[in-house]
């Protein structure tokens, strides 16, 4: 059994003021596709230039923070959410939902790219490489705040976690992080380093992101106040990411077997 390190979720105290480590994390996964995606805009044949960038991460990150707050507190906890309204804003504390922020940030790259005349497509599949940053540091901001842990375990790797109970616990948040944010990093930059068709990309950051999560769902304890929505083992995330894996091949099949050729 590993020893939970316990840091401290309040990173800096500047009297009246804390800088949570959650919020940190936001800070790094912009910060860090903002200077992946300067670099990606520098291939040829890539829809934006290293100026755009920066107006891309703005909006989406504006998208990724009102989107995933709201779609956690519509998929994960109205109730409570509206019986104690200001809790919502709390979004330090946690509670942010991926699913959500993906819709947020297709919506604000939908506007931005009818703006700018670039394909709502070519952006994405610019933009999805420079996603697993996010995500990868989010789930280290989880494993400090001691939240999202997994199911009980005996294996060595496993921790007792400071809300979880004497029991030592699969460190979910880690293999999410390794799984969502340096694997699927991986694959999605090595896989758009050579021209795809238009929907590739994106379809491969769907369709792995949706197996990686619904399988670390297998180990993670469900959300308390959901639990299990069926079979004593269907949570509420494999719901969500399971129609993203079948999108995902839907669209890594119509970009290389379109059922129409046009020019």
Do not use: C
């Not at 019986?83 to 804003?89: G, L, N, V, W, Y």
């Not at 068709?197 to 491969?204: F, H, K, Q, T």
Request: proline share 8%; net charge positive.
């Amino acid at each position: 059994m590993l020893t939970y390190p316990a840091i401290d979720p309040i990173a800096v105290r500047l009297g009246p003021l804390s800088i949570h480590w959650y919020g940190l994390m936001y800070i790094v996964g912009f910060g860090g596709a903002w200077w992946l995606g300067r670099r990606h805009a520098r291939r040829s044949g890539m829809p934006l230039t290293s100026e755009q960038v920066a107006d891309v991460i703005f909006w989406g990150a504006i998208g990724a923070v009102f989107g995933g707050r709201l779609g956690y507190i519509l998929f994960y906890d109205l109730p409570n959410y509206l019986a104690d309204p200001a809790s919502m804003i709390q979004v330090w504390r946690g509670g942010m939902s991926f699913q959500g922020g993906l819709m947020g940030v297709l919506l604000a790259l939908w506007f931005y790219q009818r703006s700018h005349q670039l394909g709502f497509f070519r952006l994405t599949d610019f933009v999805a490489p420079l996603v697993p940053i996010g995500l990868g540091a989010g789930r280290i901001g989880n494993f400090i705040n001691g939240e999202l842990f997994g199911k009980p375990t005996d294996l060595p790797w496993g921790m007792v976690f400071p809300h979880g109970g004497p029991l030592a616990r699969h460190p979910s948040q880690l293999y999410e992080a390794t799984l969502e944010g340096l694997v699927l990093f991986l694959i999605l930059w090595m896989y758009s380093r050579k021209p795809r068709p238009v929907m590739a990309v994106s379809g491969m950051f769907l369709l792995f992101y949706g197996i990686f999560r619904f399988s670390v769902e297998s180990v993670r304890e469900p959300d308390p106040q959901l639990g299990y929505l069926a079979w004593h083992w269907l949570t509420m995330g494999q719901v969500l990411s399971f129609p993203m894996a079948i999108l995902g091949m839907g669209l890594l099949w119509w970009a290389y077997y379109p059922p129409t050729k046009t020019r």
